[in-house]
């Protein structure tokens, strides 16, 4: 398997048509949960829109969609590849983060980070759904931290599809025999 994000994977962008909004859908087609509404105790939220949760629209360009725990070593590399996530930057209403901190990063920069070795381990069930324009799924779960989890609801939404399908199926059979 490629694990490799090619460079149009990498770099790849698009416009979010849908009007900004505060949820919508993670990366396994459920709900979008919060990520983190009180970054380091600082009573700020993050996400583009500081709500706390990774959703996107057109005003967000770097797409914040990506729910990630970060690391020393991951602050390190951002911080060496130009995007300073450490220092404060109230303006923006940033923090600045630290070890263990909760965020939505830039899927972009997640890509980035992953093709370095350097991808932050990330929640799937806060990562928002336009984050697989540019990092597939399989890639994803293996740094899931809600890994297990997520794969229930995978599961779960697996077998609802299976079950819809043979009702589906039993349907068309039924049209059939009544043609006959």
Known sequence: ??????A?????GGDDTSDTKYSGYNVLGTELSCCCSNVGNSGIGTGFYRNGFCSTGDNDVGRHTVCVQVTDDFLSYSKSVGNDLSTPMPEYHFPGLKEGDIWCLCAQRWAQAYN??????LYLQSTHEKTLDFIPLEIMRIFAIDGDESTAVINKLNLQRSQLNEMMQREVDEDNESFQ
């Open 1 to 6: 398997m490629n694990t490799q994000l090619s």
């Open 8 to 12: 149009a994977e990498e770099q790849q």
């Open 116 to 121: 370095a070795g350097k991808a932050p381990k």
